[in-house]
């Protein structure tokens, strides 16, 4: 099941980054892009571009810290002592009568 989650997570990554990758292939945008090109920016963005890199940061640990704490709850719900035996139990279907039948 997790080889499938990653499957499927690595094959849409390829997928919805095809599309801008072509873009940028096709068009003249690139030429603007190549190594030792100068960018000018803004004053704005010369004062918050490294604000928002450390926000990014910021976030990036909380959600992998969030994400460690529900694994390791799943991992305890998983395993916690339900107080029966399941080895005994057995499954019983139960179907609803059609209109008419008893």
Known sequence: MLLFA???????GALFSAGPAL??????????????????RGETVRKIGPSLVA?????????????GLL??????LLHVDIGISPDQFGNIACFKARAGER
């Open 6 to 12: 990653g499957l499927v997570s690595v094959c849409g």
């Open 23 to 40: 873009h940028l292939y096709l068009s003249e945008m690139r030429n603007g892009l190549k190594e030792g090109d100068v960018v000018p």
């Open 55 to 67: 926000v990014e940061l910021a976030i990036t640990a909380v959600l992998l810290v969030g994400a």
């Open 71 to 76: 694994a390791k709850s799943l991992y305890r």
